[in-house]
């Protein structure tokens, strides 16, 4: 089985940090880790959006040969335009974590920034989940932040994944994959005192694309290239 393609579309490099978490749980995988290493620092506005996928089209012939590709960001950078370029499955952890969430029930998103609600929002109509997600939560902290995994992150964290809770979602959605530093922990705990799931989008789209290796049609939407 060829290998899965993580593709991390900002410049700090986490590979090791990636593999490391992935091979936790699939002792047995070896994906490959693909640095975009001249794209945005983090991507928090549709902007540095555009600008990873400039960067990721730029190392297209490194993806050719995968089994399948993940693209490491909730915000799904350059999804449609893989999907147009490549023969091989192309996974957003948006979309892919919001859909697997919808079948589990009615989901809530937290994640960091101003326009985190908005955004969350407009991705759930154009994957087609809107019904779905009762609501959207903000972290008041960076991407960065996220990264750094302090005890005051995870703790704001929480009562973020609660306040979801509350609203009555069915299970809950880490809305940065940033957030798979502390995944595990947030989920044994929140499974330990309120029984709801919580889903970490990297972990939860490579899961998929390991084993759904069913490629994108050629006619229709993904027929442009």
Not at 67 to 74: D, K, L, M, R, T
Not at 98 to 125: C, K, T, Y
Not at 131 to 156: F, H, M, N, R, W
Request: hydrophobic share 40%; with cysteine.
């Amino acid at each position: 089985m060829n290998e899965v393609i993580i593709v991390n579309p900002v410049r700090v490099e986490t590979g090791d940090m990636e593999r490391e978490y992935i091979k936790r749980h699939y002792p047995e995988d070896e994906p490959k880790i693909v640095n975009v290493s001249n794209g945005p620092e983090t991507i928090e506005s549709f902007t540095e959006k555009t600008a990873a996928c400039h960067a990721m089209m730029e190392r297209i012939d490194e993806l050719k040969d995968g089994g399948a590709v993940v693209i490491n960001c909730f915000a799904d950078p350059c999804l449609f335009e893989l999907r147009e370029l490549l023969d091989i499955p192309v996974f957003g952890a948006a979309e892919t974590t919001m859909h697997i969430a919808a079948m589990l029930g009615e989901f809530s998103v937290i994640g960091p920034g101003d326009n985190m609600i908005s955004w969350v929002r407009i991705q759930a109509r154009e994957y087609g989940v809107f019904d779905k997600l009762i609501s959207v939560e903000k972290v008041y902290i960076g991407v960065k932040d996220i990264l750094s995994a302090t005890e005051k992150v995870y703790q704001d964290t929480k009562k973020a994944t609660v306040r979801c809770i509350e609203k009555g979602a069915d299970v809950v959605v880490l809305g940065c994959t940033g957030f798979s530093v502390m995944a595990e922990r947030l989920r044994k705990e929140i499974w330990e005192e309120y029984h709801i799931p919580v889903l970490e989008p990297l972990l939860t789209t490579y899961s998929v694309a390991r084993s759904l290796r069913i490629p994108h049609g050629r006619r229709g939407l993904f027929a442009g290239h």
